[in-house]
């Protein structure tokens, strides 16, 4: 089976570590693999899977959202793109898929810095096309400063997670069913399990900050519905062409067609901590994406999700002393974990390997 990208060699980890990893969502599977595949012995430490986490409720597309404007957030950007873009090449069975959308922009509100991280061809066409097309303005949508669109990689994260999951497996990471409630604790649990770890990796979303003191995070409550993937009669997609609105007057707008089905939302309810779904709620954000994209009309709704997603003013990749063994932060990425992960886990495995 062909493998995931690897970011990180081998031979820059001497000697190899015996590391924890605290949580088993995107970033904290994404951070294991790499530092398995870099040489270290990991157990992953968690008290639920991807799926049951904020990282089951994701859309799934590569795009910054709720990440923070600095040239450390650019870099993981440019090299989450790349894995992703590797894997839509090389890894079908990964579940991630190069698709073109549409991106409106709606004054200062939107910030376009992100497609600096595109590259000159991120749609990897043969003929080299470039990652951007301006849409003529009779095509913007009401209100719009600008619109233009561009390939980015979707990630189907029914397929991509469990995929993601067995090359930990394949890699070696143990992982245990836990709820750590401290780093030291992690340890022990790893130790228990044959690797009695020297280094804790704090990627756990939510509850990263109450492990290490940090009060500086909360939660920005997202819901989202799925409709149905109408399908060709040789079972493949029909709807494919993604579509972001984030800054329109009524409220976010992102439609995010997958493999199985078309992810639609959403809120964006800073502060907010109710999980519960709300009908109201779903019938507006359907409203809104049926008129910015017509072709959604009378699809099936195959399910629905509300999830929180740990954000913090700024993200928290760093060593973090005063604790009983040593501790890397992976926490605080907003919306943007799925957008992120690769690059942060080779962030994470940089600084394992310089500690």
Avoid: K
């Avoid at 793109?81 to 073109?100: N, Q, T």
């Avoid at 907003?334 to 310089?354: D, K, R």
Wanted: glycine residues 10%; hydrophobic residues 45%.
């Amino acid at each position: 089976m062909p493998s995931a990208p690897h970011r990180t060699s081998p031979d820059e980890i001497t000697p190899p570590r015996t590391i924890a990893v605290i949580g088993a969502g995107v970033v904290g599977l994404t951070c294991a693999l790499e530092l398995a595949r870099a040489g270290h012995l990991v157990t992953m430490v968690a008290d639920a899977s991807a799926e049951d986490s904020v990282s089951g409720v994701a859309g799934g597309i590569w795009f910054p959202h709720q990440s923070e404007g600095s040239p450390r957030a650019a870099r993981l950007l440019a090299d989450s793109f790349e894995a992703f873009r590797a894997l839509a090449h090389s890894v079908p069975e990964a579940g991630v898929d190069l698709r073109r959308g549409v991106w409106v922009a709606r004054g200062a509100a939107s910030d376009d810095a992100w497609v600096d991280s595109l590259g000159a061809s991120a749609d990897g066409g043969p003929a080299g096309r470039a990652a951007i097309a301006a849409l003529p303005h009779h095509q913007w949508p009401d209100g719009a400063t600008d619109a233009f669109s561009c390939s980015l990689p979707v990630v189907d994260m029914p397929t991509y997670l469990p995929w993601l999951r067995a090359q930990c497996a394949a890699a070696g990471v143990r992982v245990v069913r836990s709820t750590a409630d401290s780093v030291a604790h992690a340890a022990s649990v790893a130790a228990r399990e044959g690797n009695p770890a020297d280094l804790v990796v704090v990627a756990a979303g939510a509850r990263s900050g109450d492990l290490l003191g940090d009060t500086s995070g909360f939660p920005v409550r997202g819901q989202v519905v799925r409709l149905e993937q109408p399908q060709d009669r040789n079972g493949a997609p029909i709807i494919t062409e993604w579509f972001m609105d984030d800054d329109h007057p009524d409220g976010m707008i992102y439609v995010i067609p997958r493999r199985g089905d078309i992810v639609v939302g959403g809120t964006d309810d800073v502060g907010a901590a109710d999980t519960t779904w709300d009908a109201r709620t779903e019938a507006a954000i359907l409203a809104r994406a049926v008129a910015a994209v017509p072709a959604l009309a009378g699809l099936r709704v195959i399910s629905r999700g509300v999830g929180l997603r740990p954000a913090r003013p700024s993200l928290r990749l760093e060593a973090v002393a005063a604790h009983p063994v040593q501790v890397i932060a992976a926490y605080g990425f907003g919306g943007a974990g799925v957008t992120l992960s690769w690059g942060a886990a080779a962030e994470v495995a940089s600084l394992v390997g310089s500690s």
